[in-house]
């Protein structure tokens, strides 16, 4: 397993689950350069495990993610390659970006973010690219670039509309800096479940587990389909879902799945 400066991931073989935690805690999981490498990096290990069912994502300390870490922007001591007297050179520091941040939509794993505390800017960013959102009351988020004179260039202004299932709402963040407390998060649906601290980490793995025990096959392709539903209209969906089904109909996990359902046991998906 890759050794990370800035991340850490931990795969639990018996489980197939797979942990990412964001780990400078001394900067509330802020993005620098070399952390959004790593998170590429480690986004197409996951994706490339296939003893891997499910990913958490996490933040070390007290924090989720600060978003991008503005003593770099300000030439700190790890100065970013978004600090340049070169608009071309600014545009194409954001490729590790898109890297990282696509990696997450297209990763065939279903993702859970463990969101620990703050998500701000690009942390929020990246808690609204995974696909199910786990908080505490302690849980905060703010789409903070407004405040910096900063537009969100982490996907947000695609990913706000669709995951917080209102474009007022996205319009609201946007455009005031505002923080969304949990509490409002859980009623819009953002965060799925608001938990108290001391729960956090055990519902967040009885829901990893509920997702790994299910069959890879049926849930990776429910997730391209959920996403790419969104642009699709209902006939080209209805004939992406035949193709789709006629996979799951073929494999071995459906036929474990309707043995164990006639014999009254848990199944036992082996992904194929």
Known sequence: MADYKYILLEKD??????????????RRNAL????????????????ADDSVRVLIITGAGNSFCAGGDLAALRGGSEPSAWVSDNPDEIRRAFNRTQRFMLA?????????????????????????GCDIRIGTPRTRFMCAYIKIGLFPGFGGTWLYPRVLGSLGK???????????????????????????????????????????????????????????????????????????????????????????????????????
Not at 16 to 26: F, G, S, V, Y
């Open 13 to 26: 073989k018996d489980t197939h689950i797979a942990r990412l935690t964001l780990n400078r805690p001394d």
């Open 170 to 272: 996205a319009a609201e963040m946007l455009f005031t800096g505002d923080f969304m407390e949990a509490d409002e998060a859980k009623q819009l649906g953002f965060l799925n479940k608001l938990v108290d601290e001391e729960d956090l980490e055990n519902e967040v793995m009885v829901m990893a587990k509920k997702i790994a025990d299910g069959p890879p096959i049926a849930i990776r392709l429910s997730k391209l389909m959920l996403y790419k539903g969104l642009e699709f209209d209902l006939e080209t969906a209805m004939k992406m879902a035949a193709a789709a089904e006629t996979i799951t109909l073929s494999s071995k996990d459906h036929l474990e799945g309707a043995d164990a359902f006639r014999e009254k046991r848990n199944p036992e998906y082996r992904g194929h």
């Open 104 to 128: 997450l939509q297209r990763l065939e794993k279903p993702v859970i973010a463990m969101v620990n505390g703050v998500a701000v800017g690009a942390g929020l960013d990246l808690a609204a």
């Open 32 to 47: 620098n350069d070399v952390m959004q490498d790593e998170l590429g990096d480690a986004l197409e290990d996951v994706d």
